[in-house]
């Protein structure tokens, strides 16, 4: 039951004062376990202009347990898989890095932040995350490509 009430406090933060570009709701009003995020693309990168719809679910044992993140709109990215489930690879979600005082804004903040700058070492997609190394250009027109594709709200 902690695990509720901890949710339903953190949701009422981001939704009464959201991090920036980010905003929340609950896929289905009865289900607090179940979150939409809109993720606007960060200034400067090449999700600029983009609006990307981000899940987020949690698991019963809240705090306890990390969350799983993954992307509803399709991103060229080197973190998220280039598949229809659109896993994000975070370090701080991995069980044996999460910590019960990690707040979801962070989460939502650090997979943001992520779009600024992608961590091509820790990457889910080897090939995007080579492109991004040694041919930025071609990266940034593909994401900006793909940005314009899919994610125009």
Partial sequence: ????????????????????????ELVDESNIYEWKVYMEGPEGS??????????????TEYPFKPPAVSFGTKIYHPNVTNDEKGSM???MLKSDEWKPSSRIAAVLEFARQLLAEPMPDDAVE?????????????????????????ATA
């Fill in 126 to 150: 080897g090939r995007i995350a080579e492109q991004y190394k040694n041919d930025r250009a071609r990266y940034d027109e593909i994401a900006r490509d793909w940005t314009r594709k899919y």
């Fill in 89 to 91: 690879c975070l370090g």
């Fill in 46 to 59: 090449p999700y600029h202009k983009g609006r990307f719809l981000v899940k987020l679910s949690l698991p």
């Fill in 1 to 24: 039951m902690g695990s509720q009430k901890r949710i339903a406090k953190e949701l009422a933060e981001l939704t009464e004062s959201p991090p920036d570009g980010i905003s929340v």
